[in-house]
């Protein structure tokens, strides 16, 4: 822990450079909000944080940059950032109309984040296998051609194009529909392919056709994320090599969602540098958040941007973005 003054004292030199990028002299900390000492004070309990680790000095006699260290300490002395009345009412505005389906949604809402902050984006979509059914419809078509409709849980929506083996007219397809909702309603959509016989021949012929379709699907070749906003967080790195390696592990999906899940299960909410646990992300930040349907986590949102972000803004964009999201899957 530190005493009141030098953290007093790091907090100004995190909030000055994030703003500036530059290295931060003890004569501007000496000014800073909350400092109120010389600037003499000021070099000496820079460079103790300096020794504590908190700080760094790129070259003899510039000011100091904050280490990963100091971050974190900055990031854990921060109490519940909120969004600004204007950001906090374009993210209300934004869920009040958002409608249709989940993909688009999602889609919608990386671009929201990166608006906020000015970082990547990446929402990882809930993955279908573990949703459970909300409802099934069975839509004629023509009279030997269906479409099958499930509605997810995680508001997602499963469609499949069926061409039956025999015509069935609007009865039997409203029994055989009716069948399936009794049989998977509240279960995995896994749950249809052993769904039970319904003992009427015509509605049983459709039934069959249908789990043997949704049986012969090619499996989900899992999660999918959702990205945006990537060139505007690689205008914020000047070495060309650490773009490159940043865009190159927003593009592979399976590292994406890794990442994020690995952050989300290890109980932070932000990453920084060596934390996120892969060395391209050394001077990277991650902030990330769960969301939710009925209670039952189902995805994640964050942002990642360069280990100066503004830390409150990502904290607080993120945060209710995924309140409101998780809101806005629960209510269907």
Same mark, same amino acid.
Do not use: W
């Given at each position: 822990?530190?005493?009141?003054?030098?953290?007093?004292?790091?907090?100004?030199?995190?909030?000055?450079?994030?703003?500036?990028?530059?290295?931060?002299?003890?004569?501007?900390?000496?000014?800073?909000?909350?400092?109120?000492?010389?600037?003499?004070?000021?070099?000496?309990?820079?460079?103790?944080?300096?020794?504590?680790?908190?700080?760094?000095?790129?070259?003899?006699?510039?000011?100091?940059?904050?280490?990963?260290?100091?971050?974190?300490?900055?990031?854990?002395?921060?109490?519940?950032?909120?969004?600004?009345?204007?950001?906090?009412?374009?993210?209300?505005?934004?869920?009040?109309?958002?409608?249709?389906?989940?993909?688009?949604?999602?889609?919608?809402?990386?671009?929201?984040?990166?608006?906020?902050?000015?970082?990547?984006?990446?929402?990882?979509?809930?993955?279908?296998?573990?949703?459970?059914?909300?409802?099934?419809?069975?839509?004629?078509?023509?009279?030997?051609?269906?479409?099958?409709?499930?509605?997810?849980?995680?508001?997602?929506?499963?469609?499949?194009?069926?061409?039956?083996?025999?015509?069935?007219?609007?009865?039997?397809?409203?029994?055989?529909?009716?069948?399936?909702?009794?049989? #998977? +309603?509240?279960?995995? &959509?896994?749950? %249809? =392919?052993?769904? !039970? @016989?319904?003992?009427?021949? $015509?509605? /049983?012929?459709?039934?069959?056709?249908?789990?043997?379709?949704?049986?012969?699907?090619?499996?989900?070749?899992?999660?999918?994320?959702?990205?945006?906003?990537?060139?505007?967080?690689?205008?914020?790195?000047?070495?060309?090599?650490?773009?490159?390696?940043?865009?190159?592990?927003?593009?592979?999906?399976? #590292? +994406?969602?890794?990442? &994020?899940?690995? %952050? =989300?299960?290890? !109980? @932070?909410?932000?990453?920084? $540098?060596? /934390?996120?646990?892969?060395?391209?992300?050394?001077?990277?930040?991650?902030?990330?958040?769960?969301?939710?349907?009925?209670?039952?986590?189902?995805?994640?949102?964050?942002?990642?941007?360069?280990?100066?972000?503004?830390?409150?803004?990502?904290?607080?964009?993120?945060?209710?973005?995924?309140?409101?999201?998780?809101?806005?899957?629960?209510?269907?």
């Amino acid at each position: 822990m530190l005493d009141e003054r030098k953290a007093s004292i790091l907090r100004a030199v995190v909030e000055e450079y994030i703003q500036t990028a530059q290295p931060v002299g003890s004569g501007h900390v000496a000014n800073a909000p909350g400092v109120q000492v010389s600037s003499a004070t000021v070099r000496n309990d820079m460079a103790a944080l300096e020794t504590e680790g908190f700080l760094a000095q790129p070259h003899t006699s510039a000011g100091r940059v904050p280490t990963e260290k100091g971050y974190r300490y900055f990031v854990d002395a921060l109490s519940h950032p909120r969004l600004d009345r204007a950001a906090a009412q374009q993210v209300r505005s934004f869920f009040d109309q958002a409608h249709g389906e989940i993909e688009q949604m999602l889609a919608d809402t990386t671009r929201l984040l990166t608006g906020l902050t000015d970082y990547a984006a990446v929402v990882v979509a809930p993955a279908h296998e573990a949703a459970r059914v909300r409802s099934v419809q069975l839509v004629s078509l023509a009279p030997s051609v269906v479409l099958f409709v499930a509605v997810l849980g995680s508001g997602a929506i499963e469609k499949r194009t069926i061409e039956l083996a025999a015509e069935a007219d609007e009865v039997v397809l409203a029994a055989a529909a009716q069948h399936l909702s009794d049989a #998977v +309603v509240g279960e995995p &959509l896994a749950a %249809v =392919v052993g769904s !039970g @016989l319904s003992g009427d021949a $015509g509605v /049983e012929s459709v039934l069959a056709t249908v789990r043997a379709t949704l049986a012969a699907a090619p499996e989900d070749e899992g999660d999918h994320v959702f990205v945006n906003g990537a060139s505007r967080m690689a205008a914020s790195f000047d070495a060309v090599e650490t773009v490159r390696s940043v865009l190159t592990i927003l593009e592979q999906q399976l #590292v +994406v969602v890794t990442l &994020l899940r690995d %952050v =989300v299960d290890r !109980g @932070l909410n932000v990453a920084i $540098g060596s /934390e996120t646990g892969m060395q391209p992300l050394a001077d990277c930040a991650l902030v990330v958040a769960p969301y939710t349907v009925d209670g039952e986590q189902v995805g994640t949102v964050g942002v990642l941007g360069p280990s100066r972000m503004n830390y409150p803004q990502a904290l607080a964009a993120v945060a209710v973005v995924g309140q409101r999201l998780s809101h806005r899957l629960s209510e269907g």
